[in-house]
């Protein structure tokens, strides 16, 4: 069955990965999101220059955190870089599924086929492709198209899935991520660039 639409709100920011983890440290002591956003609007935790990109990257920021359990929450903030940035992008791809599937259906069958580089047109061709399927695509503007481009390549870069060269580059993390990660949906492994048999070496 086809989804009625796209989230297409992806025109701000990158991973957050400070933010997150400042947002997240917050919700432990608090346990309530609405107090999360309240506190870190209130006193600019976040360090945003105005206050409509305080509420902004605010909104993003917590939009991809609530997608996470109590016990994804500890392990991101336990947990070592690379797993931390490995568990944010998972967190963007359950907030915007349309990043889900340009990450299994674009970026990892490139890496599985040994192509590497990752080009604009590769978004662009991917969004012309699923605009075929849902016509409130072809709505987007130029100017809109090239903002979630060029946001949807920040976070990719930020969450070490893409070099500055915009090359695919192969992923690491621990088996106590993907053991985390199949407790819920082992089908979120496929958002990252890695073979099966490098997978299970990890396991």
């Known amino acids: ?3 009625n639409q796209y989230i297409m ?26 107090s999360v956003k309240k506190e870190i609007i209130e006193k600019n935790l976040f360090q945003a220059r105005t206050a409509s990109a305080l509420k902004r990257n605010t909104r ?3 939009k991809r955190l609530i997608t996470l359990s109590d016990s994804e929450i500890e392990f991101l903030l336990d947990a070592a870089r690379p797993d931390q940035q490995a568990l944010l992008w998972i967190t963007v791809c359950r907030r915007y599924s349309f990043i889900a599937e ?6 990892r069958e490139k890496y599985l086929s040994l192509n590497y580089d990752l080009e604009y047109e590769d978004f662009d061709w991917f969004l012309n492709k699923k ?4 016509p409130k695509l072809e709505e987007l ?39 985390l990660i199949q407790k819920r949906n082992p089908q979120e492994l496929t958002y990252f660039p890695i073979f099966e048999r490098d997978l299970r070496g990890i396991r």
């Open 102 to 107: 340009f990450a299994t259906e674009v970026i």
């Open 60 to 62: 993003e920021v917590l």
């Open 141 to 179: 503007t130029l100017t809109t198209r090239k903002k979630l481009r060029q946001v949807l390549f920040r976070i990719l870069r930020d969450a070490n899935i893409l070099s500055s060269e915009n090359r695919i580059s192969p992923i690491l993390f621990s088996s106590r991520f993907v053991e």
């Open 9 to 34: 709100a992806f025109t701000t920011g990158g991973l957050f990965l400070r933010e997150s983890i400042l947002a997240a440290e917050l919700y432990q002591s608090i346990k309530e999101w609405d």
């Open 131 to 134: 605009a075929d399927w849902y």
């Open 1 to 3: 069955m086809l989804r």
